[in-house]
């Protein structure tokens, strides 16, 4: 009986231990919170939202943007769903899609020190940031 407590709590420990890593909201799946990837200056930045609820800046091999240096860039945004928009914000910036379109755009950006976001006007929970370090 012991040793069946002892196995049944070693289970369960484990068991907690795994559940803080496992599931998550739509919430978590519309932030983009994405590694540290810096592309360089100049290159081009591939923006998405949809068609679930999703929104995101990445580097050309896909990998989520984090930080940027200061400079001129070239955003080319996929939307992909009518009932979203894609909105950057940030110093110097505010650049956006139009809810109810779906296509690609090219934005051309001058990013400065200071905070971006991107987020859809509609549905405010699908959003994401990126920093400009100075």
Known sequence: ????????????AVAALALPGCGGGD????TDTGPTTTPAVGSTLPGRVGPGFEITVS???GQSISTLDPGSY????????SSHNFHLTGPGVDERTDVGGE???????EVQPGSYSFICDVHPSI????????
């Open 1 to 12: 009986m012991i040793g069946t407590r002892f196995v049944l709590v070693a289970v369960l």
């Open 27 to 30: 919430d978590e799946a519309a």
């Open 103 to 109: 296509g690609t755009e090219t934005f051309q950006i």
């Open 127 to 134: 959003n994401g940031s990126f920093e400009v370090p100075g």
């Open 59 to 61: 580097t050309q091999d």
């Open 74 to 81: 070239t955003l080319e945004v996929d939307d992909m769903a």
